[in-house]
């Protein structure tokens, strides 16, 4: 199979190379395009040796791969190189800047047409409601629905990637397990605003998040667990901002658990759209990031293995 190294250009695109003996495969992910092509590491050797590049000609290197990016008249310039562990494999529902993956399943219908009722309902609610700053504190009873609907998705959102990565078993799984998802999806990075009403400001739901307040931490998560349990006292806190906060970290788990280009109309596989949209996301590191196997560079074909357990490569 070779080795595999990812890597990212002066551009900020990402790229993966395989080495298969004496053949090296590259790919460059440029939106709905790709730029691709292979060299022979014995020609990169037999340049250096006659002074016409440098670099090392033991292992991979970034000037051997910006060489022949030139060679070929590439304009990409490659910055940063990072040999992959286990190319091939993905981690489930940890989606950061995988290259070529493609995340239709059961799974992720079933996920969306969740999330697609309740953005219906609360595009209803907006008829009655108007989403508007001055209206974030309204509170009642169908907002009290809404918001313990939208927060038992969070929780089961956050529940599968704990239980698909091979998470201690337990018999009650409580914030304190959740959160341990904010490190793994950087959920506190997201910002996002709603499309139809950017004048409502910024949304960060997870910002303030923290392991050693795992629930009183999230206002809207908290709100949503005194609504739950004591409706009279605290209906108040069935509002709107904290129902929009609760929306917008759906938006933001199915994203940070399908990949950034799932409600995006040109580069989705479906026609699934959503009401929020990202206007920052969080930044990997190449070891961060998994890639698939390059098999062929000219009708450019990638595949995956199969998927790795992340608490058993990265124990608690």
């Given at each position: 199979?070779?080795?595999?190294?990812?890597?990212?250009?002066?551009?900020?695109?990402?790229?993966?190379?395989?080495?298969?003996?004496?053949?090296?495969?590259?790919?460059?992910?440029?939106?709905?395009?790709?730029?691709?092509?292979?060299?022979?590491?014995?020609?990169?050797?037999?340049?250096?040796?006659?002074g016409?590049?440098?670099?090392?000609?033991?292992?991979?290197?970034?000037?051997?791969?910006?060489?022949?990016?030139?060679?070929?008249?590439?304009?990409?310039?490659?910055?940063?190189?990072?040999?992959?562990?286990?190319?091939?494999?993905?981690?489930?529902?940890?989606?950061?800047?995988?290259?070529?993956?493609?995340?239709?399943?059961?799974?992720?219908?079933?996920?969306?047409?969740?999330?697609?009722?309740?953005?219906?309902?609360?595009?209803?609610?907006?008829?009655?409601?108007?989403?508007?700053?001055?209206?974030?504190?309204?509170?009642?009873?169908?907002?009290?629905?809404?918001?313990?609907?939208?927060?038992?998705?969070?929780?089961?959102?956050?529940?599968?990637?704990?239980?698909?990565?091979?998470?201690?078993?337990?018999?009650?799984?409580?914030?304190?397990?959740?959160?341990?998802?904010?490190?793994?999806?950087?959920?506190?990075?997201?910002?996002?605003?709603?499309?139809?009403?950017p004048?409502?400001?910024?949304?960060k739901?997870?910002?303030?998040?923290?392991?050693?307040?795992?629930?009183?931490?999230?206002?809207?998560?908290?709100?949503?667990?005194?609504v739950?349990?004591?409706?009279?006292?605290?209906?108040?806190?069935?509002?709107?901002?904290?129902?929009?906060?609760?929306?917008?970290?759906?938006?933001?788990?199915?994203e940070?658990?399908y990949g950034n280009?799932?409600?995006?109309k040109?580069?989705?596989?479906?026609?699934?759209?959503?009401?929020?949209?990202?206007?920052?996301?969080?930044?990997?590191?190449?070891?961060?990031?998994?890639?698939?196997?390059?098999?062929?560079?000219?009708?450019v074909?990638?595949?995956?293995?199969?998927?790795?357990?992340?608490?058993?490569?990265?124990?608690?």
């Open positions: 199979m070779g080795h595999s190294w990812i890597f990212k250009t002066e551009t900020g695109k990402l790229g993966l190379v395989i080495k298969s003996e004496d053949i090296i495969k590259y790919y460059i992910k440029n939106g709905l395009n790709s730029i691709s092509g292979q060299w022979e590491w014995s020609d990169w050797v037999d340049r250096v040796s006659k016409y590049a440098q670099g090392d000609t033991k292992q991979l290197n970034i000037e051997s791969i910006s060489y022949y990016f030139a060679f070929q008249r590439c304009a990409e310039k490659a910055i940063e190189l990072y040999e992959v562990k286990y190319p091939g494999h993905y981690y489930p529902r940890i989606a950061r800047e995988n290259i070529d993956f493609n995340y239709l399943s059961n799974e992720f219908q079933q996920d969306i047409r969740a999330y697609r009722n309740i953005q219906n309902a609360l595009d209803e609610l907006f008829n009655y409601i108007e989403p508007s700053v001055i209206n974030f504190s309204s509170f009642g009873h169908k907002i009290r629905e809404l918001l313990i609907l939208a927060c038992t998705e969070v929780e089961y959102l956050l529940l599968k990637v704990l239980t698909d990565n091979g998470y201690p078993d337990k018999k009650v799984y409580r914030t304190q397990d959740y959160v341990k998802c904010k490190e793994i999806l950087k959920l506190d990075s997201f910002e996002v605003q709603l499309n139809q009403y004048n409502l400001g910024v949304f739901p997870f910002v303030s998040w923290n392991s050693s307040s795992p629930t009183k931490s999230i206002v809207w998560y908290d709100a949503y667990n005194s739950k349990h004591n409706r009279g006292d605290n209906i108040h806190k069935a509002n709107l901002e904290n129902l929009l906060n609760a929306v917008s970290a759906i938006h933001i788990l199915l940070s658990q280009k799932i409600f995006k040109w580069e989705s596989y479906t026609e699934d759209r959503s009401m929020f949209y990202t206007v920052k996301a969080p930044v990997w590191e190449l070891k961060e990031i998994t890639v698939p196997i390059l098999e062929q560079v000219y009708k074909k990638t595949s995956w293995i199969g998927p790795r357990k992340y608490f058993e490569d990265f124990p608690l």
